[in-house]
């Protein structure tokens, strides 16, 4: 069976949006609205929820419905043609950039308030560490270390050691 073609997931962005925009629907509400209209599916597995609607799959970790409707956007606007991704919002109301703009603009503080809940999820992930006697200081140097490369966490742990033992520190 084939996928949707980017007309019609093009469609089902602006429909969103328009939902969005026009009737100022929750992200609940919205994503009711691709399950039973669009044979969506909804999954929770764990802390994690999943959104599979016209071939197009968002997930999200302990976060609000507002996160799994912006990753399954994102990820509808990642299969759009750029030139097709331009156009979204040009067709809404009276066509002016206007209207793109503020659509822009409300993407933008949608991704940002994602973008503080991941944030708060993370500072809960560190207190529940630090309520079971983990140290969270450490903890965080470890996954800033794991983020580096091999050979960019090697160079620094020379340079580091060189650093001690010039200080007698060893």
Do not use: F
């Not at 939902?19 to 929770?44: F, R």
């Not at 799959?57 to 750029?82: D, F």
């Amino acid at each position: 069976m084939a996928g949707p073609t980017t007309d019609e997931l093009r469609n089902l962005l602006e429909e969103v949006d328009k939902l969005i925009t026009d009737q100022d629907a929750t992200p609940e509400a919205i994503i009711s609205h691709l399950v039973e209209k669009h044979s969506g599916k909804l999954n929770t597995s764990g802390h994690t929820n999943t959104l599979r609607c016209a071939g197009v799959t968002g997930s999200c970790t302990y976060s609000t419905t507002n996160g799994l409707l912006g990753s399954w956007r994102r990820n509808v606007e990642k299969r759009l043609a750029p030139e097709q991704r331009a156009t979204i919002g040009h067709n809404s109301r009276n066509g002016n950039a206007d209207d793109r703009l503020r659509q822009l603009i409300e993407r933008i503080e949608r991704l940002e308030e994602e973008k503080k809940g991941i944030s708060d999820d993370i500072r809960d992930v560190y207190s529940e560490a630090k309520a079971v006697g983990y140290d969270a200081r450490l903890m965080r140097q470890i996954v800033r270390l794991r983020k580096m490369k091999p050979d960019d966490r090697r160079e620094q742990d020379m340079v580091l050691e060189t650093y001690r033992s010039a200080l007698g520190l060893d």
